[in-house]
């Protein structure tokens, strides 16, 4: 067996490459895309982000579809290098439409970064585990948290970033910016083939056809216009991914009847827990959305002396990320040695009252502005430190809980579960964020009159329901307790 010390394989450093590229790119859009839409295509806040949470509903959903297609179909390493193409296509087209003010490159532009997204996101885990010796490799947890911090690092630069470009050139040049850096993948992919030649998913290494790689580009192709049609028919696009979930629930269930007791107990501690991490991941949504604006309209543009574009605060959230995560790790490890580190439920529990904290310190914000309704950074900055120890107690653990209590044999198809829950989290956070748009244009202390109602609103319900959730620890501790259950590794989040 490899000791921890030794070198992690050239695999490792291809998919730390990727991955902060990719990172760059989405969330660079992701960052503009629901300012882009109110203040430059003229959409109504709520429509904006409407929109916006039909494009992260629709990347998240679908994730499991191209999972499927890498493992069963072509290959992780060619799910990989098509996607980032498409993704690539797809920056470049919305930056057409940035340069035109049409919607019709827009809505086929986020067709190719969904596709795309849902082809690669899962493969980058696949092709660098491939690389190790084994799941109980000791380099495997190092590897995964060095992509996980990598991640927050790319999303933490292009905050900064692409929002400055936005301001002193164009949306055009700042979208077009994050279409060169998914171009920079796919250079990187193609130079690194051999790095990864003997790497990835079982069909990876068998010859794909020319016939097998023309019915996935059709397809890939035909799903993009599907895609770009149902983010302009919203209400078919929800109801497809409720229809989605609803089946996805029945078949767990299915599949729970052929499980033993404890297992079965196991198994509904998960569902519970996915639950409550969806109404984690619609408050999460809040931050490109209801926060962003707030920090638009009502926060003074100054940090540290510096004048700052107010879209460059979303990148406080992976800073906190890249600072905390560390802290909270050896936190863990410190109680854990001690017996005394708190249970999954416990942590859920915990970081829906913190994220009630960070929404109640938004809201009380109201009390401290200036005569023209302004408030300093510091109520944009206070909210962004408690919700990412909030995320980094929840989303953060998302994945374990699909390693941890489900079986093994359903474990891929609950994993695609958990990316539906993401999605569903989507539209529900577009839709509550839509309560806080300000009507008829006001001023600033209108505007902020009314975020701090809503975030107000927002902290009472959210903390009551870390309540409930701190009330229902026992008996969730009580039915993960069984010691005949099966112990399984804990598997590592990456940000899709």
Known sequence: MPRSHQKHPLTFYA??????WWAFSFYGLWSLM?????????????ESFAIFGGYTA????????????????????RNLTFGTIFQSIGYFLISLSALNKTTTPLFIGLGFVVIGRAAASTCPPVVLASAYEGNDDPRLDGAFTYVYMINNLGSFVTMLVIPAVASLASMTVAFAVCGVGMAINVLGLLMMRGVMRDHGSVPDHTPATAQKYAI???????????????LTNLVMARTLMVAGALVICVMIFKHMQQETADSRKRMLVGLALMVQALVFFVLYNQMPTSLNFFAINNVSPEILGMTIDPVQYQALNPLWIILLSPILAKTYSYLGERGKDLSMPGKYALGMMICGLAFGSAGVSKYFADDTGMVSSFWIITPNFL????????SALGMSVVAKLFPVRIRAFCYGAWYMTLGLASIAGAWVASFSEASGGGTAMESLQIYGDYFIVLAVITGLIGIVIALLVPKLNGLMSDKSAQTEPSAEAVTA
Do not use: R
């Open 34 to 46: 629901p300012v882009y839409l109110n203040k430059h295509l003229q959409f109504s806040q709520a």
């Open 58 to 77: 629709l990347g998240a959903g679908l994730l499991f579809v191209g999972g499927w297609i890498a493992d069963n179909y072509l290959g992780a390493k």
């Open 387 to 394: 919700f990412a120890i909030g995320e980094l107690l929840i």
């Open 216 to 230: 996935f580009t059709l397809g890939a192709l035909a799903a993009v216009g599907v895609t770009a049609y149902l």
């Open 15 to 20: 998919m730390l490459f990727w991955q902060f």
